[in-house]
């Protein structure tokens, strides 16, 4: 029988997938990419609370997550495209991010 | 082994092995298709839980509109093997995997050790909650106002959406 | 159900409002082409008007639309500061060339203004993770764009991006932290969290995982050290108008979600389980810790960097990471002072930091510039608005009689009831060092010759007159506290709160 501790753990492994994914990664289409795993592993988590739980909130709240990202991947691209037709890059290092 | 327990293992492993895919290529397009693959496996992980609704929206919003959302944007910059960034190892980046690494350790060890409070025992009501019946019956009552905020939520997207990318192509 | 919705729907007048005047404004853009002039009247009109039914919510505590969001004078608090703010920027927006040069796509403009209002309506009443959430993302979304509206300069775009991927990040770990918040209750509603941790009590070390990891979100909104990283660029690279708009209102919205966040999820909400006004924690993890450290690291990292800053947009920016450190302090004694404080020092920061905003614009709209040196001789060149500007940058630091030291003045009060010496002390410094950058550009405006151009700078009635309308606020609240007080007092009632 799988516990929910294993379906657990394999959230929290694609959720750190994403998240080095975002830290890592300098092409900006990959790093939204990223973070789309990180809300896909979120799902993953509430689905498997929902489940074990029997309680359907969880469920609901994946529902709105979806939403959640797919506005933020709209925008997020369109962003991208507005500041490629600029710079002609998509390479978040160009844009130096953390300056002081 | 349970069919469930086939089918975790299974689906888990696809699901793994495409995350990294997608973070590691460095054509965008191939990360693209490794997540397709990855969205695949979660709908199938969401039916070993008896979340068929999710299921099935997970391949429709996820696999059928964000990622072709994405790959129309791949497309529409031409950003193929050519555009392929050089990608460099820095002590931020390094400092961010540890950090990462130490997060999933904790997290790992938390559930390893079961010194949390999770619900214990086997899906319960799984059946009866993850319908579309059901699912649609709480929307439409006690969820009705986010799903209204959501309309919102969408509209400002696409208004902002339109204004960042439509621009006189000069 | 239908009773419960209509019944709901009248005590959302306030929103509704916002989201008829959203529409219109979209609307009129298409149907006016030639008229521009429409959409920025509406969405005056609609603000004046949602302000209006915000005040008809005075004394009301309710919960509405099955337990979402709440009507509590908490949440009216916050709400009217956050429409007070919204209608300043449209009136701001009148005069600001930059957001006037992008003319033809001026509906839009106001339009996604109206909707991050809305954002922050929600977010101040928001009492359910998942409205929290919603609100967040609507909050995020609509600023992702506004900070990118002059897309033709490449700044405005990078600053998109960048507040974005931050943003997308934060959003990520805080969903994180509510899945395993409810794997641990069992419930969404902060009440019903509550509950759960007193009755049935959860695992420590998880619970501190997922308060974390929630606290990323929150401290992201309120550009808190280490999730500030965003600030400074995107202030640097957004429209002067939005800037302000984010530095005050967003940043309220932020404190509101999150002192209601912990304070009705991990404090005793049983009868008597306050014995004098100070609050009981529920379980082991102390919270207001975590909130005390990023408290240090926010005022001490923002004011240390703003003293190295040459472009005053930065500076400001820096400066305003470093009130949000200020503002924690009043979030970690867990008392109704402390909070009392933070809704006193919101009130006061509102008119003095979007008054240091404003004169930034309107030194940019004619002389093109917003680096320091170009304030050479501003009092000079122009007496009233220099004038003005050392008003708030002298409330900012927080010196009597302005406005500013009423705000750190029942702060520190607070932290002194409460035992916090440390801290008190920490902050206090602090305003030593934020003294050095402000006198810094008054020095520049006064004892320095202008470097090359002499000639007086002329600015129209209108625009003196808001100018005014904010200074007043900033002097009289200086010397005249006591409304201000009530009002803070009479607002920190939450709805299921004693």
């Given at each position: 029988m799988i516990s929910v501790e294993q379906y657990l753990a394999l959230s929290a492994v694609m959720f750190v997938i994403g998240v080095v994914g975002v830290l890592v990664r300098r092409n900006a289409i990959i790093v939204f990419m990223s973070i789309e795993l990180m809300l896909n592993s979120v799902n993953l988590t509430l689905v498997a609370f929902s489940a074990y739980l029997g309680d359907v909130t969880g469920q609901m709240l994946v529902f709105f997550v979806m939403t959640v990202a797919a506005a933020e991947a709209a925008v997020g691209l369109a962003i991208i495209i507005a500041l490629y037709r600029i710079?002609?890059?998509?390479?978040?290092?160009d844009i130096n991010i953390l300056k002081w | 082994m349970t069919l469930q327990a086939v089918l975790f293992y299974l689906l888990a492993a696809v699901s793994i092995a495409s995350a990294i895919m997608v973070i590691t290529r460095r054509n965008p397009v191939t990360s693209a298709l490794f997540l397709v693959l990855n969205f695949f496996s979660l709908g199938g992980l969401y039916l070993t839980l008896h979340a068929q609704f999710i299921a099935v929206i997970q391949i429709l919003v996820y696999a059928g509109a964000i990622m072709v959302l994405f790959l129309f944007v791949i497309m529409l910059l031409n950003l193929g093997d050519s555009q392929s960034l050089r990608e460099v190892i820095s002590l931020r980046k390094l400092a961010g995997v540890g950090l990462s690494t130490a997060f999933l350790l904790e997290i790992i060890y938390i559930l390893g050790f079961r010194v949390s409070d999770f619900p214990a025992g086997e899906v319960t009501r799984g059946l009866e909650i993850g319908t579309v019946e059901y699912i649609g019956q709480k929307l439409f009552t006690d969820y009705l106002f986010p799903f209204e905020i959501t309309s919102i939520l969408l509209l400002a997207a696409i208004v902002g959406a339109v204004v960042m990318a439509k621009r006189k192509l000069d | 159900m239908v009773e419960q919705i209509l019944e709901s729907l009248s005590r959302f007048l306030p929103e509704t409002v916002l989201v008829g005047a959203l529409c219109l404004a979209i609307l009129s853009d298409l149907v006016f082409r030639?008229?521009?002039?429409?959409a920025p009247l509406i969405a005056l009109g609609g603000l004046f008007l949602s302000l209006y039914y915000v005040t008809e919510q005075a004394g009301v505590s309710q919960q509405i639309f099955s337990g979402m969001i709440v009507v509590d004078p908490f949440a009216v608090f916050f709400k009217f500061l956050i429409g007070v703010t919204a209608i300043l920027i449209v009136l701001f927006s009148f005069y600001s060339s930059e957001v006037q040069s992008t003319q033809k796509r001026i509906g839009e403009y106001f339009s996604l203004i109206l909707a991050l209002t809305l954002g922050m309506y929600l977010m101040a009443g928001a009492v359910n993770l998942l409205m929290m959430v919603l609100a967040i993302e609507l909050t995020s979304l609509t600023s992702y764009i506004l900070a990118g509206y002059?897309?033709?300069?490449p700044d405005s775009s990078e600053a998109s991006l960048k507040y974005m991927i931050y943003g997308a990040l934060s959003t990520g770990l805080m969903l994180y932290g509510i899945s395993i918040l409810y794997g641990l209750?069992?419930?969404?509603d902060i009440y019903g969290i509550n509950a759960s941790i007193a009755y049935n009590g959860v695992n420590e070390v998880t619970l501190l995982i997922a308060v974390i990891l929630i606290l990323v979100g929150f401290g992201y909104k309120i550009s808190?050290?280490?999730?500030?990283?965003?600030t400074p660029d995107v202030y640097e690279g957004a429209p002067v108008t939005i800037t302000a708009f984010l530095s005050v209102a967003s940043k309220a919205a932020g404190f509101a979600m999150m002192i209601r966040f912990f304070r009705v999820s991990f404090?005793?909400?049983?009868?008597?389980?306050?014995p004098d006004e100070m609050w009981v924690l529920l379980?082991?993890?102390?919270w207001n810790k975590i909130v005390a450290i990023i408290s240090v690291l926010t005022m001490t990292l923002g004011n240390l960097v703003a003293?190295?800053?040459?472009n005053l947009k930065r500076l400001l920016a820096y400066s305003s990471i470093a009130h949000a450190g200020y503002m924690l302090m009043g979030v970690v004694v867990l008392s109704n002072a402390g909070v009392a404080a933070v809704l006193i020092y919101f009130m006061v920061y509102l008119f003095m930091n979007l008054g240091a905003f404003y004169v930034v614009m309107l030194v940019a709209n004619k002389t093109g510039k917003e680096d320091?040196?170009?304030?050479?001789?501003l009092g000079y060149r122009s007496p009233i608005v220099a004038v003005s500007f050392v008003i708030f940058l002298i409330s900012l630091t927080g010196?009597?009689?302005?406005a500013g030291f009423i705000g750190k003045l029942y702060l520190f009060a607070a932290l002194f009831e409460a035992k916090w010496i440390w801290l008190a002390v920490v902050g206090a410094l602090n305003s030593v060092v934020s003294l050095y950058y402000y006198v810094r550009v008054l020095r520049n405006m006064f004892l320095r010759d202008p470097a090359e151009d002499k000639s007086p700078i002329e600015f129209s009635t209108a625009q003196i007159v808001v100018l005014i309308a904010l200074v007043i606020p900033t002097i009289l609240f200086g010397l005249y506290f006591a409304p201000l007080v009530d009002f803070a007092n009479a607002s920190i009632v939450m709805f299921g709160v004693r």
């Open positions: 710079r002609q890059t998509v390479n978040i290092d | - | 030639q008229n521009r002039g429409i002059t897309r033709e300069a209750t069992g419930a969404t808190a050290v280490p999730f500030h990283f965003w404090i005793d909400l049983t009868p008597g389980g306050f379980q082991g993890i102390e003293v190295w800053q040459d320091i040196d170009s304030y050479k001789g010196l009597p009689p302005t």
